[in-house]
T-cell receptor, first 112, second 114 residues
Framework: SQTIHQWPATLVQPVGSPLSLECTVE??????LYWYRQAAGRGLQLLFY??????ISSEVPQNLSASRPQDRQFILSSKKLLLSDSGFYLC???????????FGNGTRLTVT | AQSVTQLGSHVSVSEGALVLLRCNYS??????LFWYVQYPNQGLQLLLK??????LVKGINGFEAEFKKSETSFHLTKPSAHMSDAAEYFC????????????FGKGTLLTVNP
């Protein structure tokens, strides 16, 4: 069966520090991969999605970037964190554009 | 473009009462629709999905939703609320095909009172 791993579960980082969140999927090949951010009372904001290795679509101009170095690995990064980057970050995958998303357990990021 | 509106950011029901969570969508093509549940500090779990087969969709934990094209709605219901149903619920829409985005509503927090 397919599983998704996302880490770390929580992270506290100072303003200006770099960020790297990693997500991997097991049990499937060539998944569509997604990064969402969830802020309190604001629902889920799509940040990036990828339909293949090296293919990244960015939804919102911001201080973050994403990369997909391997088929089932999706990384969210920042060179310098801002206070506004705090939130709950969720990685997700799906088989194709007609199927539902399957989410990881999320990373709670607090920028201080 | 596609969008989702969830009416009511907070719904409170008594244990054993009917649960009704409202979702209206906007899509230029026949949509794929989903309901998700999220418990505190966890990821989202799929409750059910509509993919143009039966208009009444049954999901996990006794939930179901009915797709009504004329009303552009996909409301989530459960006949009898349980304390364990207390969580946040999200409706989502996708157009499928070459469109890879899944758009979520802002969520409805369900409180179940004893």
């Amino acid at each position: 069966s397919q599983t998704i791993h996302q880490w770390p579960a929580t992270l506290v980082q100072p303003v200006g520090s770099p960020l790297s969140l990693e997500c991997t999927v097991e049990g499937t090949s060539n998944p569509n991969l997604y990064w969402y951010r969830q802020a309190a009372g604001r629902g889920l904001q799509l940040l990036f999605y990828s339909v293949g290795i090296g293919q990244i679509s960015s939804e919102v101009p911001q201080n973050l970037s994403a990369s997909r170095p391997q088929d089932r690995q999706f990384i969210l990064s920042s060179k310098k964190l801002l206070l506004s980057d705090s939130g709950f970050y969720l990685c997700a995958w799906r088989t194709d554009s007609n199927s539902p998303l399957h989410f990881g357990n999320g990373t709670r990021l607090t920028v201080t | 473009a596609q969008s989702v509106t969830q009416l009511g950011s907070h719904v409170s029901v008594s244990e054993g009462a009917l649960v009704l969570l409202r979702c209206n969508y906007s899509s230029s093509v026949p949509p794929y629709l989903f309901w998700y549940v999220q418990y505190p500090n966890q990821g989202l779990q799929l409750l059910l999905k509509y993919t143009s087969a039966a208009t009444l969709v049954k999901g996990i934990n006794g939930f179901e939703a009915e797709f009504k094209k004329s009303e552009t709605s996909f409301h989530l219901t459960k006949p009898s609320a349980h304390m364990s149903d207390a969580a946040e619920y999200f409706c989502a829409v996708s157009r499928g095909g070459s469109n890879y985005k899944l758009t979520f509503g802002k969520g409805t927090l369900l409180t179940v009172n004893p």
